[in-house]
């Protein structure tokens, strides 16, 4: 079940590049910096993901980044998720984050699975919101 919100971010793609074209199915790499709020605090995201185009126009794609604090607090993440084009050539993408951290701040976060709904614009902007998965 959906359960609360645990953050939102805005940000920009910073660097796209393509990893294989074997098969005719392309793997692509992106990379995204944002800012935000995770658990109520205000965060910086940078982070890498790489999706390939499935025969069925769907993509499906993996990640990894880290969030950091003013305060220096880290908090690393993982994930995947299946993305859609829309009709304008941003992506939406759904799927499930985990999380790791020595952060007091965030400890609840290293037990918990994260639903993201990751929106990318053509032009690169993205939004992206974290619900807690209960």
């Known amino acids: 079940m959906l359960g609360d919100l645990l953050g939102e971010e805005q940000g920009d793609t910073t660097g796209i590049r393509v990893l294989s074209t074997d098969g005719g199915h392309p793997v692509m790499e992106a ?44 908090i690393t993440w993982h994930g995947s998720g299946v ?11 759904r799927g499930a984050l985990f999380f790791e951290t020595v952060s007091e701040k965030f400890a609840r976060l290293t037990g918990i699975a994260g639903l ?3 929106h990318v614009e053509e032009s690169g902007k993205a939004t992206a919101k974290i619900y807690e998965w209960k």
Request: hydrophobic share 35%.
């Open 116 to 118: 993201f709904e990751f």
């Open 31 to 74: 990379s995204f910096q944002a800012t935000g709020t995770l658990l109520g605090v205000g965060v910086k995201d940078m982070g890498t993901y790489e999706s390939v185009l499935r025969a069925d126009g769907t993509l499906w794609g993996e990640g990894q980044g880290v969030l950091m604090t003013q305060e220096g607090e880290t």
């Open 83 to 93: 993305g859609r084009f829309d009709d304008t050539g941003a992506v939406d993408w």
